[in-house]
């Protein structure tokens, strides 16, 4: 394991589970947690046991947005890992990642935090949860994390969420598509699990090159990306876990999954 300062990781099962650890700052993301995060998510996606990854916050904190005291620092700073990347790696690392990302938001997701959510493919808030974008209060705006919301969130609504600095309550960010599903604070964890135990279930294989090619249609033209998804659907149906589920599906049994 890695030795770590500013997130936790552990192992649960097939679920791989990464805590944003900055109490003292209700978890601000600074240039050494991004760091950190995009070493954790190199090691997921190299280990195969790995199936799922969870990002949540230490405390009743997800995460208060970008540590202010660190906006000048570097990831070498304080930071004994090598240095894999910044913020905006760490944004492209999520949305390309080949296997679910699931946000726990168990409280404030703001500015830098709110990326991470919007990056991650679900996100389960429970619903004392604010989520929002208050970089204009001092003065800045929500430069980086604009991309990943505008893949999410409708634009007269970014807009105004962005302009006006707005703080959503759950209910509100689940209406235009931050979040996935909001759950009372008791069920988050049972909603959570249900949801991995779900993912960690289907074939990896399925799953891997289904993620891979949807990232990649996402910047592409329609008479481009619909080539790309045929021969991704190739790619798949030569695969052991696709021959594997048609079988098992024929012979009305439950696959047994190879990932290969």
Known sequence: MRAYGKIKVAR???IERVTLFNPERRNAIGPQMTNELLHALADAAEDPAARVVVITGEGKAFCAGGDFAQMTGSASDADALPHKGDYVDLMLAMTRFEKPIVARVNGPAMGGGLGIVAASHFAIAQSDAK?????????????MIAAVLARVVPRRALVEMMLRGQKL???SAQKIGIVTRVVSPENLDAEINALCTDLAERSPTALRLGLRAFAAQSDLALEDALPMLRTALGECLGTEDARE???AFLQKRKPSWTGR
């Open 12 to 14: 649960d099962g097939a």
């Open 131 to 143: 989520l929002g974008t208050p970089e204009v209060d001092v003065g800045l705006f929500p430069f």
């Open 169 to 171: 309550d759950a209910e």
């Open 245 to 247: 589920g048609l079988t």
